[in-house]
């Protein structure tokens, strides 16, 4: 049962960390993307 939750609480700091990670990639994308049209126009 310990194990389990201690798996759980793991499993929540992982998908946090991918959160994060995910949200600044998609950040950094955005960026990139914006720059890209300005050249375009």
Known sequence: ????LNWVCHNDKTRFFYFIYFFLNLH??????????????
Request: proline residues 0%; negative net charge; aromatic residues 22%.
């Open 1 to 4: 049962m310990v194990d389990g």
């Open 28 to 41: 950094v994308i955005l960026f990139c993307y914006s720059i890209f049209c300005l050249f375009l126009i």
